[in-house]
C-alpha cells in the first residue's frame, strides 16, 4: 500500500525527486516502446501499419532516450546536490532546467521518427533537435556555475578546485556534442577502424572505473579519515591508466595476448570496488541496490573480459549475445547505480524505489533477458539466419523475452508512480511551508 502523500515525511528534496520523477517518465515510456520493438520482432508485418514510424525509427528512439532521458537526468540530480542548487531560491530553477531537458527530449523523439537523423548511434541530433538538446545542457550548467558563484566564498579551496574542474568539464560536453552530431565531422561508419581493441575497451572501462571512485565524494563522507580500500583502489587506477597508455591506439587485432591480457587487469575491480564503497557511509535504504549494482559490476566486468577473448569474440560478435550484454551494462549495471544514488540523495524518501516487488522483479527480468539473449547469441554464431528466419526456437526466445520487457515495464511503473506521490507530497509540504513562513 503506498503511503498517501500528505503522511510523508516532509523533508524530500523537491529538485531531486523532480529529477527521478522525468528521468523514470523516459524510462517508462523507452521501455514501453521496447515492448513496441520486440512485439515487431515477432511479429514483422506490423510495421506496415506504422507507416513511416516502423522498427528503424523506433529503436533510435528507444536507445536515445534510454541513454539521455533515464540514464542522464538521475546526474543531474546528483549535480543539484555536488553544487547547491537544491537548497535556497535557486532550487526553484531546477524544474524548469529540467523541464527544458524533458521538452529537448521530446522535440528529439519527433525529430528521430521523422527520418531525421545524422546517422550515428547515440549521436542522432540533427537539425533543431541538435541546437535544443545542448541548450537544454548549457541551461543546466549555467544554474550550476550560478549557485558555485553564490557559495565561493564559503567553500574550501578543495572543494572550490574540484568544482571548478567540474563546471570545466561539464562546459565542454555540450559543445562537443553539437560538434560531433555534424555529418561532416567523421563518417557514421569509419571503414578506417578494424573496430574495438583491448587498448580501446580498457580505455572506455578506467573512465566508467573512474566515475566510480569519484561519485562517494559527492554523496557521502569516508568512515575514516585514512583507507586502505581507497588508497589501493586509486594506486590501482593509476597503474591502469599508465598501462592503457602504454599499450597504444593502433588498429591492433584482438587475438593479440597482450591486448585480452591487459583488459584482464580489469577483474581487479571485482573485488576492489565493494571493499572501496565499504569504507563510506551509506543510508540503510541504499543497502540492496548497492548490492544489486556491485553484482552487476562483477558480471559486467568478467563477461565483458570473457566475451573479449579470441575464439569467442569471433563468435558472439553481430549477434545477440552482444544486445544481451549492452542490457547487461544499462539495464542492470547502470540502471541499478543510478537508483542506488537516487536512493541515497532521497534518504528515507528512497522508499520509491525499495518496493520487493519491483526491485526483484526488475532483476530478474535483466538476468533472464540475459541469458536469453545470450543463448540467441551463441545459436546465432552457429547459423546467422538463426534470428533473421522465422522458428519454432527463435520465436520462443524472442517471446520470452517479451514476456520479461513487460516485466521491466511494471517495475518501472511502479517507480514512477510512487515518485509522482511523493513529488505531490513535497508540493505539498514546500506550499505549507510557504504559508507559514
Known amino acids: 500500500m503506498r503511503p498517501d502523500a500528505l503522511t510523508l515525511p516532509s523533508n524530500a528534496p523537491r529538485p531531486v525527486v523532480s529529477a527521478a520523477a522525468h528521468a523514470l517518465f523516459w524510462l517508462v515510456f523507452a521501455n514501453a516502446i521496447g515492448l513496441l520493438i520486440a512485439i515487431l520482432l515477432i511479429f514483422p508485418a506490423l510495421n506496415r501499419l506504422l507507416g513511416e514510424w516502423t522498427y528503424g525509427r523506433w529503436i533510435m528512439v528507444h536507445m536515445n532516450l534510454e541513454l539521455y532521458g533515464w540514464t542522464s537526468l538521475p546526474m543531474a540530480g546528483f549535480l543539484f546536490k555536488v553544487y547547491g542548487v537544491d537548497r535556497g531560491p535557486l532550487a526553484l530553477w531546477c524544474r524548469p532546467v529540467l523541464w527544458a531537458w524533458s521538452a529537448a527530449l ?82 557514421a561508419v569509419n571503414p578506417d577502424t578494424g573496430g574495438p581493441t583491448g587498448a580501446s575497451q580498457l580505455e572506455s572501462s578506467l573512465v566508467v572505473v573512474a566515475i566510480l571512485l569519484m561519485l562517494p565524494f559527492g554523496l557521502t563522507r569516508r568512515k575514516a579519515r585514512r583507507s586502505k580500500a581507497i588508497a589501493i583502489s586509486w594506486a590501482v587506477m593509476v597503474a591502469e591508466f599508465v598501462l592503457c597508455f602504454a599499450l597504444g591506439r593502433a588498429d591492433i587485432s584482438h587475438h593479440r595476448p597482450a591486448q585480452f591480457l591487459s583488459l584482464g587487469s580489469l577483474l581487479l575491480w571485482i573485488p576492489l570496488t565493494p571493499a572501496y564503497y565499504a569504507a563510506f557511509n551509506w543510508n540503510a535504504n541504499t543497502h540492496r541496490w548497492r548490492i544489486a549494482f556491485l553484482c552487476w559490476w562483477a558480471a559486467l566486468v568478467l563477461t565483458g573480459w570473457v566475451l573479449f577473448l579470441p575464439g569467442i569474440l569471433d563468435h558472439f560478435k553481430f549477434t545477440d549475445g552482444l544486445v544481451g550484454h549492452s542490457l547487461l551494462a544499462m539495464a542492470g549495471f547502470t540502471s541499478s547505480l543510478l537508483i542506488f544514488v537516487l536512493v541515497q540523495l532521497l534518504g528515507e524518501e528512497g522508499w520509491i524505489f525499495n518496493r520487493t516487488r519491483s526491485f526483484y522483479g526488475w532483476n530478474i527480468a535483466v538476468l533472464g533477458y540475459v541469458v536469453l539473449m545470450t543463448a540467441a547469441g551463441w545459436r546465432e554464431g552457429f547459423d546467422p539466419t538463426f534470428t533473421i528466419l522465422p522458428g519454432v526456437a527463435r520465436n520462443v526466445i524472442y517471446i520470452l523475452r517479451l514476456v520479461v ?28 511551508q510557504e504559508v507559514t513562513g
Open 405 to 432: 520487457g513487460v516485466v521491466m515495464l511494471a517495475a518501472s511503473l511502479d517507480w514512477l508512480i510512487d515518485a509522482a506521490t511523493l513529488l505531490r507530497a513535497s508540493s505539498v509540504v514546500h506550499a505549507l
Open 106 to 187: 521530446a522535440v528529439g523523439t519527433f525529430s528521430w521518427l521523422s527520418g531525421f537523423s545524422s546517422g550515428k548511434p547515440f549521436l542522432d541530433w540533427s537539425g533543431y533537435a541538435r541546437v535544443l538538446f545542448p541548450l537544454a545542457m548549457l541551461a543546466l550548467w549555467l544554474l550550476l556555475a550560478v549557485a558555485f558563484a553564490r557559495e565561493w566564498k564559503y567553500a574550501t579551496i578543495h572543494a572550490r578546485s574540484a568544482k571548478s574542474a567540474g563546471l570545466f568539464l561539464l562546459l565542454a560536453v555540450p559543445i562537443i556534442m553539437f560538434v560531433a552530431c555534424s555529418p561532416s565531422y567523421y563518417p
